[in-house]
């Protein structure tokens, strides 16, 4: 199973941008698709956005269409999330998650590996 750790969360005022990043390690990277979910305070977990095994496809909530990208460096084990114009309401903390199998696009129920979370906080 793979094992997953986020960075790059912080403070930004909202229109700002930031930039998350998850490393995987302990199995082959090439072989899950990955994800980015979140959960506001009293809010259920949500569907970000997800990338391929070759980071040829992506899939993204519409929420979040247009101004966030989500991509994946195959060399570095590493899967991004670019976030541009945040607004308050993307405040939450921000989970990476690996999917193994050949299904795509991927239902949450399949993504069976999650890191610890990364707190964005968007300050109006």
């Known amino acids: 199973q793979v094992q997953l750790v986020e960075s790059g969360g912080g403070l930004v005022q909202a229109g700002g941008s930031l930039r998350l990043s998850c490393a995987a390690s302990?199995?082959?990277?090439?072989?899950?698709?990955l994800g980015w979910f979140r959960q506001a305070p009293g809010k259920e977990r949500e569907f970000v956005a997800s990338?391929?095994?070759?980071?040829?496809?992506?899939y993204y909530a519409d929420s979040v269409k247009g101004r966030f990208t989500i991509s994946r460096d195959n060399a570095k084990n590493t899967v991004y999330l670019r976030m541009n114009s945040l607004k308050p309401e993307d405040t939450a903390v921000y989970y990476c998650?690996?999917?193994?199998?050949?299904?795509?696009?991927?239902?949450?129920?399949?993504?069976?590996?999650w890191g610890q979370g990364t707190q964005v906080t968007v300050s109006s």
């Open positions: 302990g199995s082959t990277f090439v072989n899950y698709v």
């Open positions: 998650a690996a999917a193994y199998g050949r299904r795509w696009p991927v239902p949450t129920r399949d993504f069976g590996s």
């Open positions: 990338t391929s095994w070759s980071g040829g496809s992506t």
